[in-house]
């Protein structure tokens, strides 16, 4: 992960977001920036500060919110933890590099 200002860039570590993102992919994000809904955003949960983790924004229920990895088969997400505080959404996805094949 790197930062410039309020865009930095991420890159893709494993097959949760597949086929939307890859392994590798880099991705810029506008950090700071609440998604809405469906948009890919990054999240941070507060039991796991410096993880970042890419997710599909599914819903809002009164300022909690509903994520998931597109890739159900392989993902870790609300169907688990439940729904996340607003505070643990830290950007959203704006742009997609694919890596080189």
Not at 4 to 29: H, I, K, Q, Y
Not at 68 to 93: P, Q, Y
Request: zero cysteines; a positive charge; glycine letters at 10%.
């Amino acid at each position: 992960m790197s930062k410039f200002g309020r865009l930095g860039r991420v890159v893709v570590a494993g097959p949760s977001m597949e086929p939307t993102f890859r392994n590798g992919d880099w991705l810029l994000v506008a950090w700071g920036k609440q998604g809405r809904i469906f948009d890919s955003v990054v999240i941070e949960r507060e039991d796991q500060p410096g993880v970042f983790l890419i997710k599909r924004l599914i819903r809002n229920d009164e300022g909690k919110y509903w994520v998931e990895g597109d890739n159900k088969a392989h993902s870790n997400d609300s169907r688990k933890w439940g729904s996340i505080n607003e505070s643990e959404i830290v950007g959203r996805v704006i742009m997609r590099v694919r890596k080189a094949r």
